[in-house]
């Protein structure tokens, strides 16, 4: 059974830092890309991140662009985000998720989600 | 950006009736739309992908249409689990974009 387990999520003050995990299990992690997608409280989706089966390709929302790093631990079936110079509307609840079939960002799996507040 | 409007924003209907929800795209997106389910507390749930296939699981009342810019998910017939908000995604671009989502209430 696939599953997609976050954690790391908590209450960090703006300008803090933060790093999000997600532990896979279940299927070959290291044979599929990887994103990030969040979810504002009361908000819609939006995606953050992505990152490729190898590590080799990234792409990120202009939103986190320098300010967030995805990165990948294939031994370890792990997924992170690097998340610094947090600011307010940072805060969401953080999913980790991967694609139906490969070179298909469209996400069949999904883990239950790591809440990130940012506040003073 | 790819920019995707969902209308309407609400649906308000009843167990029983079709559903009709639509997802328009700035600009073409092919055939690369998905569709999800997501109920309070809980991750979404893909419904379809690229625009027309049913992801595994899935019931056949629920069956996306369309392409290039204009999307259709219809849900055949509602069942009381059905209602919550539905959002459509596109993967033709970078940024992976999603929609603003359609609320599916019961009436």
């Known amino acids: 059974e696939v599953q997609l387990v976050e954690s790391g999520g908590d209450l960090v003050q703006p300008g803090g830092s933060l790093r999000l995990s997600c532990a896979a299990s279940?299927?070959?992690?290291?044979?599929?890309?990887m994103n990030w997608v969040r979810q504002a409280p009361g908000k819609g989706l939006e995606w953050v991140s992505y990152?490729?089966?190898?590590?080799?390709?990234?792409y990120y929302a202009d939103s986190v662009k320098g300010r967030f790093t995805i990165s990948r631990d294939n031994a370890e079936n792990s997924l992170y985000l690097q998340m610094n110079s947090l600011r307010a509307e940072d805060t969401a609840v953080y999913y980790c998720?991967?694609?139906?079939?490969?070179?298909?960002?469209?996400?069949?799996?999904w883990g239950q989600g790591t809440l990130v507040t940012v506040s003073s | 950006e790819i920019v995707l409007t969902q209308s309407p924003a609400t649906l308000s209907l009843s167990p029983g009736e079709r559903a009709t929800l639509s997802c328009r795209a700035s600009q073409s997106v092919r055939g690369y739309l998905a569709w999800y389910q997501q109920k309070p507390g809980q991750a979404p749930r893909l419904l379809i992908y690229?625009?027309?296939n049913r992801a595994t699981g899935i019931p056949a009342r629920f069956s996306g249409s369309g392409s290039g810019a204009d999307f259709t998910l219809t849900i055949s017939s509602l069942e009381p689990e059905d209602f919550a908000v539905y959002y459509c995604?596109?993967?033709?671009?970078?940024?992976?974009?999603f929609g603003g989502g359609t609320k599916v209430e019961i009436k």
């Open positions: 995604q596109q993967r033709s671009n970078w940024p992976l974009t």
């Open positions: 279940g299927f070959t992690f290291s044979s599929h890309e």
């Open positions: 990152i490729s089966s190898s590590g080799s390709n990234i």
């Open positions: 998720a991967r694609p139906v079939m490969v070179h298909a960002q469209e996400f069949d799996y």
């Open positions: 690229d625009a027309s």
